[in-house]
């Protein structure tokens, strides 16, 4: 029996991986199908306004499947969990697995390995692959707007974005391209000024350059010099070619750079103005990651206390009642193996720990926000974890 127990282990273990993979990526089609239904709107509106090519479209469509995945991974985790467990209890397996001398213990396993592969791959998602993917999206657009390929005008509405020039459009057809009512009023550094006004007019895409070309039909062109009031002239026009510079709007569009498109030594190294964003950004990173955990914990049977001030409804509504919910802070940590510290509220910066060490069945405490004195922790006996400090 001891010879040939690692083998069966091993192939217990496998089946119970290819249960939980095979619901986890039907689930994460699906999530991830639902998440980037509403992106959807975003691309078509830069493929219809740029004259994107086919691959554009698909680098589009690559840069915004990172973010997607954020998301839906975490609860691919989940849904292959509940399901894939829920499968095996619902055949009596787990039943059959107990008779032999397998415990649900021994389910944390395979469940273990899983929730773990999963974690690694959505913290190279969300670490590596999401700012990236954002920075190129950020490029891509930047690249199409200095191409003249993009210009989103509203029609009446004065356009003052270009440089000594203001636009005016009547109204636009569906994609842009065309106007009708047009106002163009101009001026040269030599003082003299010009009002251009025109039936209709026509984009006209020019690859490569940083202007934008307009093709203007039946209009005239009034020019006068406010300086000499005798120099007025007007002359008229069937059709016209007027280019706009966009050199101006492709450089600050390349300038919005958001944390969001930072790496974490930048994001660390973000002081000033910009710090508590940069902070809020870097642990929404590492939150991705850990859910895989949690949910998989979760779907496994694993018990949570929870206890928040504020927040307990909202909890309520997203984990169900899977979770355990307590009004009392002290009362969430009776009996639980160990303390994990989410929020920084007032009320936990400085708790009864005695009463803490009494209630916990291990006096294990983990700091998510380094609201502790580690020194202190370990001096009462507590066995300490926080965020860049180490342990105790």
Same mark, same amino acid.
């Given at each position: 029996?001891?010879?040939?127990?690692?083998?069966?282990?091993?192939?217990?273990?496998?089946?119970?991986?290819?249960?939980?993979? @095979?619901?986890?990526?039907?689930?994460?089609?699906?999530?991830?199908?639902?998440?980037?239904?509403?992106?959807?709107?975003?691309?078509?509106?830069?493929?219809?306004?740029?004259?994107?090519?086919?691959?554009?479209?698909?680098?589009?469509?690559?840069?915004?499947?990172?973010?997607?995945?954020?998301?839906?991974?975490?609860?691919?985790?989940?849904?292959?969990?509940?399901?894939?467990?829920?499968?095996?209890?619902?055949?009596?397996?787990?039943?059959?697995?107990?008779?032999?001398?397998?415990?649900?213990?021994?389910?944390?396993?395979?469940?273990?390995?899983?929730?773990?592969?999963?974690?690694?791959?959505?913290?190279?998602?969300?670490?590596?692959?999401?700012?990236?993917?954002?920075?190129?999206?950020?490029?891509?657009?930047?690249?199409?707007?200095?191409?003249?390929?993009?210009?989103?005008?509203?029609?009446?509405?004065?356009?003052?974005?270009?440089?000594?020039?203001?636009?005016?459009?009547?109204?636009? @057809?569906? @994609?842009? =391209? =065309?106007?009708?009512?047009?106002?163009?009023?101009?001026?040269?550094?030599?003082?003299?000024?010009?009002?251009?006004?025109?039936?209709?007019?026509?984009?006209?895409?020019?690859?490569?350059?940083?202007?934008?070309?307009?093709?203007?039909?039946?209009?005239?062109?009034?020019?006068?010099?406010?300086?000499?009031?005798?120099?007025?002239?007007?002359?008229?026009?069937?059709?016209?070619?007027?280019?706009?510079?966009?050199?101006?709007?492709?450089?600050?569009?390349?300038?919005?750079?958001?944390?969001?498109?930072?790496?974490?030594?930048?994001?660390?190294?973000?002081?000033?103005?910009?710090?508590?964003?940069? =902070?809020?950004?870097?642990? =929404?990173?590492?939150?991705?990651?850990?859910?895989?955990?949690?949910?998989?914990?979760?779907?496994?049977?694993?018990?949570?206390?929870?206890?928040?001030?504020?927040?307990?409804?909202?909890?309520?509504?997203?984990?169900?009642?899977?979770?355990?919910?307590?009004?009392?802070?002290?009362?969430?940590?009776?009996?639980?193996?160990?303390?994990?510290?989410?929020?920084?509220?007032?009320?936990?910066?400085?708790?009864?720990?005695?009463?803490?060490?009494?209630?916990?069945?291990?006096?294990?405490?983990?700091?998510?926000?380094?609201?502790?004195?580690?020194?202190?922790?370990?001096?009462?006996?507590? @066995?300490?974890?926080?965020?860049?400090?180490?342990?105790?």
């Amino acid at each position: 029996m001891l010879e040939w127990r690692p083998t069966r282990m091993r192939l217990i273990n496998r089946y119970i991986c290819r249960e939980l993979v @095979s619901h986890a990526l039907l689930g994460l089609a699906v999530f991830t199908f639902v998440f980037f239904v509403p992106q959807l709107v975003r691309l078509m509106d830069l493929v219809v306004r740029h004259w994107s090519n086919a691959g554009e479209v698909l680098l589009l469509v690559a840069c915004t499947l990172p973010g997607v995945l954020s998301f839906s991974l975490p609860i691919a985790v989940l849904v292959g969990a509940l399901i894939g467990l829920g499968r095996l209890g619902a055949d009596s397996e787990i039943i059959a697995l107990n008779s032999l001398g397998v415990g649900r213990r021994h389910l944390l396993v395979p469940v273990g390995v899983f929730a773990l592969a999963a974690t690694l791959l959505t913290l190279g998602n969300t670490v590596w692959l999401v700012p990236r993917a954002l920075a190129e999206m950020n490029r891509l657009e930047s690249r199409l707007l200095s191409s003249q390929t993009s210009l989103d005008i509203e029609p009446r509405v004065f356009q003052e974005e270009f440089r000594h020039l203001i636009l005016y459009v009547e109204d636009s @057809s569906a @994609s842009g =391209r =065309r106007w009708r009512g047009v106002f163009l009023a101009r001026s040269t550094q030599d003082g003299e000024s010009s009002v251009t006004l025109s039936q209709n007019a026509v984009l006209v895409p020019r690859r490569g350059a940083d202007t934008l070309q307009i093709h203007l039909e039946n209009g005239a062109t009034h020019t006068y010099d406010p300086g000499d009031p005798k120099r007025y002239t007007v002359a008229t026009f069937a059709s016209s070619d007027l280019a706009l510079s966009l050199a101006g709007a492709a450089r600050r569009a390349a300038s919005e750079r958001t944390p969001t498109q930072e790496s974490i030594g930048q994001l660390l190294a973000t002081r000033g103005e910009g710090w508590r964003e940069a =902070r809020v950004e870097l642990q =929404r990173r590492f939150a991705f990651p850990v859910a895989c955990l949690v949910f998989a914990l979760l779907a496994a049977g694993a018990g949570v206390h929870a206890h928040d001030p504020a927040a307990l409804e909202q909890a309520r509504g997203l984990f169900g009642e899977r979770v355990c919910y307590f009004e009392q802070q002290y009362d969430a940590v009776e009996g639980a193996d160990a303390l994990v510290i989410v929020t920084e509220w007032l009320q936990f910066r400085n708790p009864d720990f005695p009463r803490i060490k009494g209630a916990l069945r291990r006096p294990i405490i983990v700091d998510g926000r380094n609201l502790y004195d580690p020194a202190k922790l370990r001096a009462l006996g507590f @066995s300490y974890a926080s965020i860049g400090r180490g342990s105790v």
